[in-house]
């Protein structure tokens, strides 16, 4: 009797608390529109928004439910599915983006570490969330370091508590922060991107530093961040006839430098990065490891008007370079400018008008020398909840 | 510092209210059993439920899970995965029904737009919930008009507040009505169905009139819909040698007229369509807009006997015509009867029994000269959360 | 208006509970690294764990979402998706694993009926949650009887009062119970395994019977169960040029004993099974009706150091026998030795570190004579919410 006693007291205090204490859900959802203009239907962006091009009307670009909480005085959970996922020909099934636990070592979780797929910590516009991003898709430069920025591994995020604090309220102010990513990051992850097996034992290896600086009333991060790895090119990926190198392991390494000024009222927001990755050749029907560089520069600016926050914008990006997770390790040259603004009537809707003028080579085995460019109009509808 | 003070007051009040007041979860779910008895294994219904036919033992044919509230005074959210859909061979995935917003234009949400999937506003049987219909399917004569019963657009409704409290209590008194799809609705959609991409960059126009009028104590409810669009043939719809025009585009419109006799406790209802849409004929081997008509007409009953309810139906039905979401646009010729009844003893679970006698011929490329008769006995336990 | 009074009654009482007294979430996951030591990388097992053999490094095996309640006196409801199901080459879709429902027939819901998808009540380890079991995978003998150890159907449980509870406490007091599937289970179910639909109209049947026993402080809970029914190879898991009977029926049956001394401190689990069912015979290219046997022992200890909790264990296993949900119902020769532990720092987190050794002999049409030795590392974290 003594030794069910004792146990007794390990494990039913879980029934004390209630479980919505611990666990909240909240979430957002975005509706998009990309018939009104559209010069060209064969411009596409696959890893941006499969609706560019033909056919482009209604389109649900993301469903995101989020199960969260701080579960134990250092336990933190975060799922995240999104219910716009694909799945072969039919579309909206649930799909996990994010599913990790962070432990804290300390009292304030000022180190801890993150088991489980995340984003990896590469690139403030990465990092930030598509539900704060003002711009309707990510730069494609640093967006293909990872499709859905995300993959399997552990990691390591260290912060003082009032940057901890500083990081939040980034995002609560509305200046568009990134959230808490430390200001040193650490890990190890499986490098096949979110959602895809691991296929060579290896691990890639990342590190970042970013830090949220305070010059009077100016906030200002600059950050760095670099990673190295072997990617496979899985058999699903290749195109029949496609070359590939022996046991299609490929370099996989980038560096990438970050400035935000945050838009206290105008704000600035640049990156780069250069590195190697497997990237189709035409010449040779191959997929080599080659070269890769590119970023972007955006021009912002928040403005109240009873209430209601406006944030207008111009964005131009470059990239020269292959997206590895494509078909044949697409090779891709594009050069893009974005006009448009973004409208929040209040917390939770938002309205955002995207004016892009593109130009894009991609090209794999199927597709060789294939440019196209164009100008669209594009508009999203987003909820918060 | 005026700056982040300013902000701070926007954002962070969200954290004041608790997420558990602000979105609820609902749901249903529905097990069959079609085994007893089964006088031709070849007789099937696609659309209906796939468990017809041989090997149809149990079958969950919904898990539906309803995250669902009234998020501010005028946005209220709805997205409901359904945990019994198929993904290749494999069932049982969550996937989008409904993943929708509406945005009020006054106090009373009387005018209102809704954004995202949704159910189109075409036919009584249509909007009435699963969770509610007395019949274990919709009738094929009018269900044809969109697989799920969805699509993605923007619509708008229109009814005044007593109306909407009229149609919330339709339901909420056990009479089976459809929820509040306006006195008057108006939309566009991409006109390829839930959870299929967009083909042809042309919207489907639909438009509603429906009234839920009180004569003394008996509520009837008289409508007219109707809707014109281009539907494309998708490549993966298509058997391979099946001939089809040239952009694969057809028209596909529809007018339906409504009449509910709610049952109090007799009731009536009985819906018609006529239209033109894609449909295989197999004298060509293609697939041509045809001309297609049919409706159903149900005599229901509601008893209440010792708070249990019991609700006796027959439903006469015949349909003639396309159906466009399915292979080759397969050509349909149904006549079906089918007698029964739901009990529900308490709020939570519902049992249906009903038998079904059955002519049904359906052909496409693969399949041609295939008429099936027969009857079956077909069971469903639902359960209410 | 007096009819609208009375039916009144019935419904809105729904909404003066709130939903989430009504339905509760809970749920765990499991982060997995293999690759740490891993002898040879053709030694897989694909029941298991996918991520055995090469490509094995970080592998999210389960993301369990718990949605249940006491939604009324006698009726019980539970619903888990797991996030981390396949959906053709993407990962991380969610598919249902339990969609049941429980309607009691007394106030104490000592007799039950269960309606849905839910485990088979087929062998203790079977039952036990991969929440609370120790060793890190099933054992190949008594598992093989149903893919995700669930099928669809209509069971029958009965289990005293006070012995329901025990089935409880043998839980919470972290003596790793099975959970109630009741002194006495009775079902019938289409016997195709989890999410796959019926082919044959026949049902398996299946009874058990299970009695924790509590001699002084001790629980020991030994049990016997057994299935009958007939299983269909389905094309989908057929290599083109394999021989099977004419209407691919196959015998599907077996009978397996348990017996369970809980960790008080030291514990000790075996079962072993007897049976038939369809396997692939490399002799004669065709799948066949054969024999099969095998079990396992494990010894176990539970320790608590400060509120620690720690598992050590050792387990052997046998089993030779097809398993019918795999590729030509593939034949195995099993043989395999764990040594490890389970470290519960707090009621959240769980470490599990697992030595396996192993020979498995797995055969299909495509892949014959094919013999796997080695041993791996394997480490799996795990959080509880």
């Given at each position: 009797?003594?030794?069910?006693?004792?146990?007794?007291?390990?494990?039913?205090?879980?029934?004390?608390?209630k479980?919505?204490?611990?666990?909240s859900?909240?979430?957002?959802?975005?509706?998009?529109?990309?018939?009104?203009?559209?010069?060209?239907?064969?411009?596409?962006?696959?890893?941006?928004?499969?609706?560019?091009?033909?056919?482009?009307?209604?389109?649900?670009?993301?469903?995101?439910?989020?199960?969260?909480?701080?579960?134990?005085?250092k336990?933190?959970?975060?799922?995240?599915?999104?219910?716009?996922?694909?799945a072969?020909?039919?579309?909206?099934?649930?799909?996990?983006?994010?599913?990790?636990?962070?432990?804290?070592?300390?009292?304030?979780?000022?180190f801890?570490?993150?088991?489980?797929?995340?984003?990896?910590?590469?690139?403030?516009?990465?990092?930030?969330?598509?539900?704060?991003?003002i711009?309707l898709?990510?730069?494609?430069?640093?967006?293909?370091?990872?499709?859905?920025?995300?993959?399997?591994?552990?990691?390591?995020?260290?912060?003082?508590?009032?940057?901890?604090?500083?990081f939040?309220?980034?995002?609560k102010?509305?200046?568009?922060?990134?959230?808490?990513?430390?200001?040193?990051?650490?890990?190890?992850?499986?490098?096949?991107?979110?959602?895809?097996?691991?296929?060579?034992?290896?691990?890639?290896l990342?590190?970042?530093?970013?830090?949220?600086?305070?010059?009077?009333?100016?906030f200002?991060?600059?950050?760095?961040?670099?990673?190295?790895?072997?990617?496979?090119?899985a058999a699903?990926?290749?195109?029949?006839?496609?070359?590939?190198?022996a046991?299609?392991n490929?370099?996989?390494q980038?560096?990438?430098?970050?400035?935000?000024?945050?838009?206290?009222?105008?704000?600035?927001?640049?990156?780069?990065?250069?590195?190697?990755?497997?990237e189709?050749?035409?010449?040779?029907?191959?997929?080599?490891?080659?070269?890769?560089?590119?970023?972007?520069?955006?021009?912002?600016?928040?403005?109240r008007?009873?209430?209601?926050?406006?944030?207008?914008?111009?964005?131009?990006?470059?990239?020269?370079?292959?997206k590895?997770?494509e078909?044949?390790?697409?090779?891709?040259?594009?050069?893009?400018?974005?006009?448009?603004?973004?409208?929040?009537?209040n917390?939770?809707?938002?309205?955002?008008?995207?004016?892009?003028?593109?130009?894009?080579?991609?090209?794999?085995?199927?597709?060789?020398?294939?440019?196209?460019?164009?100008?669209?109009?594009?508009?999203?509808?987003?909820?918060?909840?």
């Amino acid at each position: 009797q003594a030794q069910t006693k004792d146990t007794l007291v390990l494990k039913p205090k879980a029934s004390l608390e209630k479980w919505y204490d611990k666990i909240s859900l909240r979430g957002y959802a975005q509706l998009r529109y990309n018939g009104l203009i559209e010069s060209n239907p064969n411009l596409k962006c696959e890893q941006c928004d499969r609706s560019w091009g033909d056919g482009g009307d209604f389109f649900i670009r993301r469903i995101r439910l989020i199960f969260f909480g701080q579960i134990s005085k250092k336990v933190y959970l975060y799922i995240q599915p999104d219910f716009a996922s694909s799945a072969g020909t039919s579309s909206n099934f649930g799909q996990i983006r994010d599913a990790y636990v962070d432990v804290g070592l300390d009292n304030d979780n000022e180190f801890r570490f993150r088991f489980g797929q995340s984003k990896i910590p590469y690139g403030f516009e990465n990092m930030q969330s598509s539900q704060n991003r003002i711009t309707l898709d990510r730069n494609d430069a640093i967006n293909s370091a990872a499709a859905n920025e995300r993959d399997l591994g552990l990691f390591f995020y260290w912060a003082p508590k009032e940057i901890r604090q500083r990081f939040s309220d980034l995002v609560k102010l509305g200046l568009k922060g990134s959230g808490d990513y430390g200001v040193f990051g650490f890990g190890a992850y499986n490098g096949q991107t979110a959602n895809r097996p691991d296929l060579n034992n290896k691990q890639h290896l990342i590190a970042r530093l970013s830090y949220p600086f305070l010059f009077g009333k100016q906030f200002i991060e600059p950050g760095i961040q670099a990673y190295t790895g072997k990617y496979v090119m899985a058999a699903d990926q290749l195109s029949s006839g496609v070359k590939t190198n022996a046991n299609r392991n490929y370099l996989d390494q980038r560096i990438a430098a970050t400035l935000v000024v945050y838009p206290q009222p105008f704000g600035l927001q640049a990156e780069y990065n250069i590195g190697k990755g497997p990237e189709f050749n035409k010449q040779t029907d191959s997929i080599e490891v080659k070269s890769l560089n590119g970023g972007y520069v955006m021009l912002n600016y928040m403005a109240r008007i009873n209430n209601h926050l406006l944030y207008p914008f111009i964005k131009a990006q470059y990239y020269d370079g292959g997206k590895k997770h494509e078909r044949d390790a697409r090779s891709y040259l594009v050069k893009e400018l974005e006009v448009g603004a973004e409208w929040e009537p209040n917390k939770f809707l938002e309205l955002v008008v995207n004016y892009t003028f593109s130009s894009r080579r991609f090209e794999d085995f199927v597709l060789q020398d294939n440019l196209q460019r164009g100008s669209l109009l594009r508009i999203q509808a987003q909820v918060n909840f």
